[in-house]
Structures are given as C-alpha cells and as structure tokens.
C-alpha cells in the first residue's frame, strides 16, 4: 500500500526551465538598459558558459560576467541584473492542475513530501512562490541532508519518516537523480514528461503528461 509520495521540484511542480530563461534574459536586458555597452545575444551566451562552469547556485553569476567584459566598476550592472531576475520570480506559476491534484492527493490520505537537490532557502523561496507550500508534511532538500538525491539520500529519509520503499513513490522529471536512485531502493516511480528532458527515454515504472493523471497512476501501484 503506498503511503508517501516524494515531489521534485524543478520542471516536475512549475516550468523552471522557461522561468529561469525569462529571468536570464530579463536580467541581460537589465543591464543594457542601465548602460552596458553590449550585444544581448551575446552577454546571454557569456551568461550561459558561467552557470555551466559554476553550477546553478552559484551566487556570483553577474559578478563574473561583468569581470571577464573588463568592467572596472561593476555595481550597478550586477545591482540592475540581480533585481530584473528577482523581480521575474512573481510571474511563477505552477504547472496546471497541480494544486488541485495535490490537494485531492492529500484528501486521499497520502503523505506529500518534496525530495530535491539544491539549497534549502532557494526550494523554500519556490514552493512559498509557489503558494504550494503548505500541500507538503515536509521537503527534504540535499543542502540540508548533506548528501545529493541518491539511494542514500532516500534511505535516510525514509527511515526517518518509518515508511518502506515499497510504500513510497517518487515523482520526479529527470531520470539521473529521481527515478534511477528511487528504484535502486524499490520505491515506485513516475517520470514527468516535462521541462527540457520531457524527450528523454525512461526507467520510471510509469510516465506522465500532465499532474492530473498522477492519482490514478498512483491508484494502479495498489493493484
């Protein structure tokens, strides 16, 4: 019987990836308009190379693109960039019928948790954005478990919150660090097609398109 159901985040809850592309591209805008002498096109490209080279949660993103066009005096390229990508954030929204379904999840007598990678008041920021936040009993985030979605990752959390494998499904968009981990262990698995690896083949036990068909996969793991 399952009992727990883990949510990632990212392009499995709302389209990060379409946010974070506005916000990136408003925040380039930002400082063109405050006075940098520069390509659009080309400070997203330089923007791009930094945030691979130094991960999405790196703080210093438009420090760095500001140092290597030579900019002396950076501040108030860095201060324009920051605010634009900040003021972004308001416009996000979940994806369609997630709250509801959530909602008809936890009516149900599931336990809801999220399981993420990244730092904890990053994915707090999103889901209290989100107005979701309160759907979850808890989120289990990497930064604070201090190890990244793994089949140790889910182990620990789960014998904290007494639940087997077995009673557990994790929902989630990447096949990486939410399905292969969570079926090492035995938990069910739903692969969201959605976000940038909504094409991707999967291992997922089953697959979904939409949120709303979430409870009655959920329903069929009984059988």
Known sequence: MIKAIFFDIDDTLFPSSEFAELARRNAIRA??????????SQLYLALGKIIKKHGSNYTRHFDNLCRGLGIKRPARYVAAAVAAYHNTKTAIQPFPNVPRTLLALRESGYRLFVATNGEATKQWDKLIRLQIALYFEDVFVSGEIGKEKSPAFFRKILKGLRVRPEQSVMVGDREDTDILPAKKIKMRTI?????????????????????VQIPRIVQSFKK
């Open 31 to 40: 400082m063109i308009e405050i006075g940098i002498q520069k390509n659009e």
């Open 191 to 211: 692969r969201m097609a959605t976000g940038r690896y909504a094409g991707a083949s999967t291992r997922a036990d089953k697959s979904a398109k939409d949120f």
